[in-house]
């Protein structure tokens, strides 16, 4: 999973301002998903996207929360308006083709609003 | 409503016991994954199975898919200290294309 970068590693937002996790995939790879954690849980599925397209944004909450996948560039989860439930590790993986492959993981970016 | 549930969640056993844990569900998975994640990284694939009925070994590590493909199960001889962490499964559903996640079993092996 070295391969697919995320950054930053740890984030500090303070209630109301914007979050940006990036998230670079491995050479390669032209889907992206992304991933939440709460300490102590497993891990909760938010939105699957290959370049240029949503493919599935079903575990999406409905407001403050958007991600893209550019043709050129990284991914990015995008978290309006951060309030205290928002603080969690993010993670995202990334594969060659969406159906049936594996997933290999960053690092995660650990979010945590003050 | 969990499309993969994993048992058991917790378990801590003693160093040099066999352990299993499982991964079952009500849907059929086009393939399905195994993870290790440490405390503060990401969780890292150890195998994917895709075949019913398919068996793969990784060292003390013994992975079954089921023949129907709905369950899986992880089988750790002679457990160390180091295979302490929390294990995933995770599979795609035939016919879905996102991958789902069990709750993760968290694994302690005491010296």
């Known amino acids: 999973n070295a391969g697919v970068m995320q950054n930053p590693r740890h984030l500090v937002r303070r209630r109301g301002q914007e979050a940006r996790l990036r998230c670079s995939p491995m050479k390669g790879h032209s889907h992206v998903y992304w991933y939440r954690q709460l300490p102590e849980e497993g891990l909760k599925f938010m939105v699957y996207?290959?370049?240029?397209?949503?493919?599935?944004e079903s575990g999406m909450p409905k407001e403050r929360f958007s991600a893209e996948f550019p043709k050129e560039g990284p991914s990015i989860l995008r978290i309006q308006q951060v309030v205290r439930g928002d603080s969690a590790a993010y993670f995202c993986?990334?594969?060659?083709?969406?159906?049936?492959?594996?997933?290999?993981f960053g690092q995660g970016t650990r979010l945590t609003v003050v | 409503t969990q499309l993969l549930e994993q048992s058991p969640q917790f378990l801590s056993i003693q160093e040099g016991e066999n352990l299993t844990v499982y991964c079952n569900s009500s849907?059929?998975?086009?393939?399905l994954q195994w993870y290790r994640q440490e405390p503060g990284e990401g969780p890292v694939l150890l195998v994917t199975?895709?075949?019913?009925?398919e068996v793969k070994k990784l060292k003390r590590l013994t992975f079954q898919f089921g023949d129907a493909r709905k369950d899986s199960s992880l089988h750790i001889t002679a457990a160390q200290p180091g295979d302490t962490g929390l294990y995933l499964c995770a599979g795609i559903i035939q016919g879905a294309q996102k991958l789902v996640f069990g709750q993760g079993t968290r694994l302690t092996i005491n010296p």
């Open positions: 199975v895709v075949t019913g009925g």
């Open positions: 849907s059929v998975f086009s393939s």
């Open positions: 996207l290959q370049k240029e397209n949503i493919i599935d």
């Open positions: 993986a990334s594969s060659p083709i969406g159906r049936g492959t594996e997933a290999f």
